[in-house]
C-alpha cells in the first residue's frame, strides 16, 4: 500500500508562509497519477478539507484559503505539495495528507469528501501566531 509522510509544518507568524510537501513511497505517479488532497484538523475542531488535486490536474480549494493557497504535485518526485502563503491564526492545525489509488477525476465543483481517500500520512503541525 503507499505509505504517505508529510514534512513542513512549524511555527509561524501571521501573514507568514510555509511549504508543506508530503512525500508518497510504494507507489509510482508517473504509471498512475493519483489524487491526493490536504485536509487539516485543530482542536475541538472538525477535519476539513484544504486542497485538493486528481489524476489529471484539477484542482479543488476550501473557500478559506482561495487566494492563499496553492496545491501541485511533482510526479517525478512522487511528491504533493501546499504552498500556504498570507497565514492566519485560524490556519493553525495539524496538516495530513490524503490520497485515492488509482486514477481519479473529480466531479462537479464540490471538495471531495475525506471518506473517499483510503491513504492517510500521519499529520504535520502548523501554527500561526499573532
Known amino acids: 500500500q503507499v505509505q504517505l509522510v508529510e514534512s513542513g509544518g512549524d511555527s509561524v507568524q501571521a501573514g507568514g508562509s510555509l511549504r508543506l510537501s508530503c512525500a508518497a513511497s510504494r507507489y509510482s505517479y508517473t504509471r498512475n497519477s493519483m489524487a491526493m488532497a490536504w485536509f487539516r484538523q485543530a482542536p475541538g475542531r472538525e477535519r476539513e478539507g484544504v486542497a485538493a488535486?486528481?489524476?489529471?490536474?484539477?484542482?479543488r480549494y476550501a473557500d478559506s484559503v482561495k487566494g492563499r493557497f496553492t496545491i501541485s504535485k511533482d510526479n517525478a518526485k512522487n511528491t504533493l505539495h501546499l504552498q500556504m502563503n498570507s497565514l492566519k491564526p485560524r490556519d493553525t492545525a495539524m496538516y495530513y495528507c490524503?490520497?485515492?489509488?488509482?486514477?481519479?477525476?473529480?466531479?462537479?465543483?464540490?471538495?471531495?469528501?475525506?471518506?473517499?481517500?483510503?491513504?492517510w500520512g500521519q499529520g504535520t503541525q502548523v501554527t500561526v501566531s499573532s
Open positions: 490524503a490520497a485515492i489509488e488509482g486514477y481519479t477525476r473529480f466531479g462537479g465543483s464540490s471538495f471531495p469528501a475525506a471518506s473517499h481517500f483510503a491513504v
Open positions: 488535486i486528481d489524476s489529471d490536474g484539477s484542482t
